[in-house]
């Protein structure tokens, strides 16, 4: 049977049925080749635990859009003499959007992805690290400005993305792109669970913001 393959190493590989393989095309057309650009990140062809690097980009490009919109809605804000409640609504609601938006590229790419690389879950394909990271951060950076926040955000989506507890696995049985962006949302999801209470913690027993 073909073997389903894994962004890290760590990852165990995953025996599919030859059915679950798309059929091969003949030639790659230019939406062939945008799916593979959106699916990799840019990253995705690096030789050693592209997965890893999949969840830096994704690190990288929340900080890049929260801090642009941070900046955008506190000067509003200021503008008009409003509470930092009218930033931090916003600055909610608008990068679940830009993550929602992220998982739904990252089905239609990685689906396409499968079908030109001939192969179950390439591990060419991290944007499902790059969005599973992204929900991990939501846990931090919006009321809690510290490095170790999102260091620890990173930490906890690697483990959780690694080891894969339920219902995370079984998950990678959904069809082509959902079945390999569901399993990176939800670890996202204990993640940024498991970093909320982490952080809570730390300001109940420190009494201070870091």
Do not use: H
């Not at 409640?85 to 590229?105: D, G």
């Not at 060419?124 to 939501?138: K, P, S, T």
């Not at 690697?158 to 569901?182: C, N, Q, T, V």
């Amino acid at each position: 049977m073909p073997i389903k393959q894994s962004s890290d190493e760590l990852n165990p590989s995953v025996a599919v049925s030859a059915e679950e393989i798309p059929r091969e095309k003949r030639s790659r057309t230019a939406g062939d080749y945008l799916a593979l650009a959106l699916a990799t990140c840019g990253v995705g062809y690096f030789p050693i635990a592209p997965g890893t690097m999949g969840s830096l980009v994704g690190v990288g490009l929340y900080l890049t859009i929260w801090a642009g919109l941070d900046q955008l809605l506190s000067s509003n804000a200021l503008a008009k003499r409003l509470t930092t409640l009218y930033v931090f609504t916003p600055l909610m609601a608008l990068m679940l959007l830009v993550i929602f938006a992220v998982t739904l590229i990252g089905i239609w790419a990685a689906t396409r992805s499968e079908r030109v690389q001939q192969k179950k879950d390439p591990s060419i394909v991290v944007i499902d690290e790059v969005a599973g990271q992204m929900i991990a951060l939501l846990s931090g950076p919006f009321w809690i400005q510290t490095w170790w926040s999102i260091i620890s955000a990173f930490i906890l989506f690697r483990l959780f993305d690694i080891w894969k507890p339920y219902p995370i696995r079984r998950l990678e049985a959904l069809e082509s792109g959902l079945g390999i962006m569901a399993d990176d949302v939800v670890a996202g999801i204990y993640a940024l669970i498991v970093n909320s209470l982490l952080i809570s913690g730390y300001l109940l027993f420190v009494g201070a913001r870091p």
